[in-house]
């Protein structure tokens, strides 16, 4: 079935250092989506984007978080600085159909655990 | 709270038996998808549901739109199902909003 790649699986950081995570969303999709899930926690929103543009994002999407897809390559999350609160596993997501409908495919996460 | 209530939180299953997961939601939605989430972290797409019964395999799932709630059946369940079962809803112009999961655990 349809695949979404992330890249890296996991990362280790010193605290106020930046990260990219990256995310190679399924061919043809236009809707692409970054989750929170901290070990043993519920899967929590960030963000979702569109053309170039975020559409809605949560409470947890601080301003140290940015995301960015130039040119049609990667789907990017960075956060500069980085927080302790930050280590979780990220996952991208994407969709074909509208912002709305259509099923959501994931990828397989990015863990990132801030030291 | 909570606008996406799972039951049971957790499951304890000898291998064979049947199971039935709840998901239940607090506000109208368009759509929900079930996923599982192996114990190593990857969320694999079970269903997307918007409305009525689907099945693949020994999975069965049941929606109903306006009585706010899905079902999981899994029917003789193996070792290999063990895991985390979420559903999560979409709501009119809101991102998929995720439950907290039935942890699922199948013993020989």
């Known amino acids: 079935g349809p695949k979404v790649l992330q890249i890296p699986s996991h990362q280790i950081i010193d605290m106020g250092q930046m990260v990219t995570l990256n995310c190679d969303p399924v061919s043809n999709h236009l809707y692409f989506y970054w989750y929170k899930q901290i070990l043993g926690q519920q899967m929590e929103f960030l963000v979702n984007?569109?053309?170039?543009?975020?559409?809605?994002k949560s409470k947890l999407f601080k301003d140290q978080f940015s995301v960015e897809r130039p040119d049609g390559s990667y789907f990017t999350l960075k956060i500069q600085p980085t927080a302790l609160e930050d280590s979780a596993v990220y996952f991208c997501?994407?969709?074909?159909?509208?912002?709305?409908?259509?099923?959501?495919?994931f990828g397989e996460g990015s863990k990132l655990t801030v030291l | 709270g909570q606008q996406v209530q799972q039951s049971p939180t957790s499951l304890v299953l000898q291998e064979g038996e049947n199971a039935e997961l709840q998901c239940n939601f607090s506000?109208?939605?368009?759509?929900m998808q079930w996923f599982y989430q192996r114990p190593g972290g990857s969320l694999i797409s079970v269903f997307y549901?918007?409305?009525g019964t689907k099945q693949s395999g020994r999975l069965t799932s049941t929606t109903v739109i306006k009585e706010r709630r899905s079902s999981l059946h899994i029917s003789s369940s193996q070792i290999t199902d063990s895991g985390t079962y979420l559903c999560?809803?979409?709501?009119?112009?809101?991102?998929?909003?995720f439950g907290t999961g039935t942890t699922v655990s199948v013993s020989p």
């Open positions: 984007f569109y053309n170039g543009k975020v559409m809605e």
């Open positions: 997501a994407s969709r074909g159909q509208g912002a709305h409908t259509g099923q959501l495919y």
């Open positions: 506000t109208s939605l368009n759509s």
């Open positions: 549901n918007p409305s």
């Open positions: 999560a809803m979409e709501q009119g112009g809101r991102a998929l909003i």
